[in-house]
């Protein structure tokens, strides 16, 4: 939130998915035996991780839209195993509400002409199409009492619109000849996911880009995509019957009797953890990233700041030890003693200019980078 409070909301939220059938990873599968992509997680999750540094690095260098001024993002694991990234961007516009057209040369929600455009056409098809649901598939995963729980199909609009509470309505227009087939339905605009097609045409792959400016949705995002791992329940049993014979005699009848089962007692609450999510551990790849870095500010009160020793310290040594009174919040009022520019920031707006330095316990000026104080 450090990041919001000093460029306001953020501006685009993109949801970044890998593609198995990417031509890196097909090409080296073909050369190495030719198993098929999810037997080599390790091979997904390296090129998923090439793939979207670059990304990054496009978004950065506004080679798809403007530069970005702060971004965040966090990797997250679907189920069937395929890394996904979730990306904040902010582009400097937060203070505003965004006109239509501005919307409109970032985002669109229509399938192209498929005779002006077929490469485009052919990848808002297989990668930018929710579905089938609804009336066309009522089983889908993502209906729920007969109803989508994605909000497809949504309304057709002729120009893109923007509520009083900021959430944009892309524009949907009707156009019976730009419509495709997928799993039997005939699909139109109301069934396409917001897209960037340079963004398609580039990485060839599912990524969803939403405009998020103005809107009530900005803690969910946050919340969204620091949400914590998936989880799966087991159980391990015997069965939920058991013999009984009667002592009396050897030749008794037996009867079954149905054991009564403790569900609370019985069950394991365990960390889902899929082969990618492994190897991507394994490899030490980030889970999580944010610029311009924030770094968190101590408060505490006289003399109770927090030391942390090992088992094996001399606690007498340790709390005689030079320098140990000093703390960032201490030595902050020290050089607010010293620097008359400093007496004009307030504490959390010091990192922006002046940096800790922890083997000498003072703050020196900042030279180069920038850094966000969170109290």
Known sequence: M???REFGNPDLFITMTA????????????KCGGDSPNDRPDIECRVFKMKLDQLLKDFKAGTFFKPYKAALHRIEFQKRGLPHAHILLWLGNSTRTPSAEEVDEIIS??????????AAYDLVTKHMIHGPCGHFNPKSPCMENNVCTKKYPRPNNDNTSI?????????????KDTCTVKAGAVLDNTFVVPHNIKLLKKYEAHINVEWCNRTSAVKYLFKYITKGVDRATAVIEKGNTATTSDA???GGSKE???MQRNEIQDYIEARYLSAC??????????????????????????????????STDNLGRVIHKPGIEKTMFTEWMVLCRRSAFARTLTYVQIPEYFV???SAKMWTERKRGKTIGES
């Open 2 to 4: 450090a990041i919001c």
């Open 19 to 30: 593609n198995p059938n990417w031509s890196e990873i097909k090409e080296h599968l073909q």
């Open 109 to 118: 929600a229509e399938l192209p002409n498929k005779e002006e455009d077929p």
């Open 163 to 175: 509520d009083k509470s900021g959430y944009v309505l892309y524009r949907r227009r009707r156009n």
């Open 248 to 250: 009396t005699g050897s």
């Open 256 to 258: 079954k009797v149905l």
């Open 277 to 310: 999510e492994s190897m991507w551990r394994t490899f030490a790849f980030h889970i999580h990233k944010r610029k311009p870095s924030v770094e968190k500010l101590i408060i505490h009160l006289e003399g109770k700041h927090n030391i942390t020793v090992k």
């Open 356 to 358: 800790w330095n922890n």
